[in-house]
């Protein structure tokens, strides 16, 4: 009866402390989130993303429209920006908890030290107008894709899109 008390007390011990273990670690991991985020500047990285596709944007609104006037356009500009901003914070909490699910103390140490290094200022500088050019390049590529999947869609199931 002892024995069963103490193996019971020992499991019990085992596993009131084994999410400490893991909170604890956690908490590391969001320490580590948040430095990620100072050092890569995210706010500013958001921002210069967003001038992108405002850029990009407006290039596209203009051809559709080649007689959109000036102030149509900058109001268009405006609200886009007044709404992108909006989600940032909501997309910088997202971001971290999933760095956090998905990345170990390790990991998360790994990431900080690369982005410190040039190799990772550099990836940071060019990162938002990479991802605007390859949206850029993509947009065209899936409208195309949409056209074919439209037109299958409408011989193979008789579906009117």
Do not use: C, W
């Not at 850029?136 to 009117?160: C, H, W, Y």
């Amino acid at each position: 009866m002892k024995r069963i008390f103490i193996f019971v007390l020992v499991v019990l011990m085992g596993s009131a402390s084994a999410p400490q273990v893991s909170v604890a670690d956690e908490n590391e991991r969001q320490k580590l989130a948040l430095e990620l985020f100072e050092l890569m500047n995210f706010d500013q990285l958001m921002t210069q993303t967003t001038q992108a596709v405002l850029q990009q944007m407006t290039t596209a609104v203009k051809q559709q429209h080649p007689n959109i006037e000036g102030l149509v356009l900058d109001k268009i500009v405006s609200i886009t920006s007044e709404e992108f901003s909006k989600i940032t914070p909501e997309l910088k909490f997202h971001t971290g908890t999933l760095l956090v699910k998905y990345y170990s103390e390790q990991d998360l140490r790994n990431m900080r030290a690369f982005y410190k290094s040039e190799t990772g200022q550099k990836a940071l500088k060019y990162m938002p107008q990479m991802t605007a050019e390859i949206h850029q390049s993509f947009t065209p590529m899936l409208g195309q894709v949409m056209n074919s999947i439209k037109v299958r869609l409408a011989k193979e199931v008789d579906l009117q899109l």
